[in-house]
Each structure stands twice: as C-alpha cells, then as structure tokens.
C-alpha cells in the first residue's frame, strides 16, 4: 500500500527566485512563517524548522535531498521526536516555474508532501498548513506586507 500525499498549487505574481528568497531566507519566513529554515542547502546537509520565540524551538528536521535554486528543493520532514524512524519521515518536493502570463511575472509554486503516514497528525496538519502559509507568503510578496 503506498502512503498519501498533499499536493499544493499556488500562483505567485514574482519572479523564482523572488519566491526562492521567501522559503528560504530566514528573514522572509520569519514574517510569515515565524519559524526560519536553517542548513547550508548541500544535498545531504541537515536542515531544521526554527521557531522565531525566544525559546527557539524545532519543530521539524530532516536532510536536504535534493537544491537546485530557484527551481527545485526536496527535503526529509520529521519532528525531531520521530527522526530515525524511516515510517514517521516523509518527504517535501517544491517545485518553481516561471509562467509567462499577461501583467507578469508570475511562478507556479508545487508542493507535493509525500510519504505521509495514512491517518497521521502529520498528514492533518499538512492538509491545513501547506495552503495558509503559501497564502501569506504570497500575499507578502505581492503586497509588500
């Protein structure tokens, strides 16, 4: 039996690597986010989810599986409990695709969250998670705010 995942399409009027810099730099996902993601983006660099509280918590780590800025990054997903537990991991695939429609320029943004454990808190909180925060980033870069 194959394992679900979420599938998310956003159009963003911004140029990739516009759209690059708000899922990456820590400054930009701070705003909307309020977490930074940290690594060195190597493949087979670790990477984590930050929050932006004074306590600094993980919330989720993983490996860098694949950074080719600004069109693709795959990642490993994890919340720092489960890491090492091949069934608790599931994988993030972005993709970023300039589009060439009127008034442009405008990226489609894929997410594809895969290898969810059926059933998960994981997979619930994906379904939810992925389209408010692709929303505010969106509406950030657009607006400015």
């Known amino acids: 039996m194959s394992k679900p995942q979420f599938v998310y399409v956003i159009y963003i009027r911004a140029v990739p690597e516009k759209v690059w810099n708000g899922l990456l730099d820590p400054a930009m996902t701070r705003l909307y986010w309020m977490h930074e993601n940290l690594s060195d983006w190597k493949p087979g660099s670790s990477w984590s989810h930050k929050r932006t509280d004074p306590q600094g918590t993980v919330d989720i780590v993983g490996e860098v599986v694949e950074f080719d800025p600004p069109k693709r990054l795959v990642l490993t997903w994890v919340p720092p409990a489960e890491h090492g537990q091949p069934e608790k991991t599931s994988r993030v695939t972005i993709t970023l695709d300039p589009e060439g ?45």
């Open 101 to 145: 429609w009127p008034n442009g320029p405008w990226t489609k943004l894929q997410i594809v969250h895969s290898e969810l454990e059926p059933d998960s808190k994981m997979f619930h909180s994906v379904s939810y998670g992925w389209p408010g925060l692709m929303s505010a980033l969106k509406t950030m870069l657009e607006t400015q705010k």
